[in-house]
Structures are given as C-alpha cells and as structure tokens.
C-alpha cells in the first residue's frame, strides 16, 4: 500500500490551511474558518461539485471528529 493511502493526503490539509470560499455569504473567508452549521447546510444541501466540495466535506469530518489540531500543527510546521 503506498505511503499515502496508510497516512492520508497532506497536501489537502496544507490547501485547507489558504483555500477561499469563493462564493456566498462567506465568499473570501478561508474553508478551515467557516462555522460548522455552515458545513452541515452543505451535507443536507449536498456538497458543490469538484475541488472545493471535497475540501468543504474534509472540514466538515475534521471539524466533526475535533480534528483540527491536526491544521494547528501544520500551519506551524510551514
């Protein structure tokens, strides 16, 4: 199994570290600092398409399992 399937994909943590919302109420806010009733509106609504829909549910299950520590200590390895 290669490296990154047993550890996950860092590099989508890092892009969640500067990624933008880039529509809506929350357009220019970072996807990492959008509230979690934000997320659970895309979860019953369905998540957009592409990109920014699987780094929308990424933060959503980081946020719903007390993840983000795991971005906390990214940011200060950068």
């Not at 996950?8 to 600092?33: A, C, D, Q």
């Not at 895309?42 to 007390?66: D, R, S």
């Amino acid at each position: 199994m290669p490296n990154e399937q047993a550890h996950g994909n860092t590099e989508i943590l890092r892009e969640l570290l500067h990624y933008e919302m880039p529509f809506g109420k929350y357009k220019g806010k970072l996807v990492r600092s959008l509230p979690m009733s934000y997320l659970e509106w895309f979860v019953q609504k369905g998540f957009p398409a592409g990109k920014l829909g699987m780094l929308l549910q990424t933060m959503y299950e980081i946020k719903l399992n007390g993840l983000e520590y795991l971005l906390d200590g990214l940011k200060r390895n950068l």
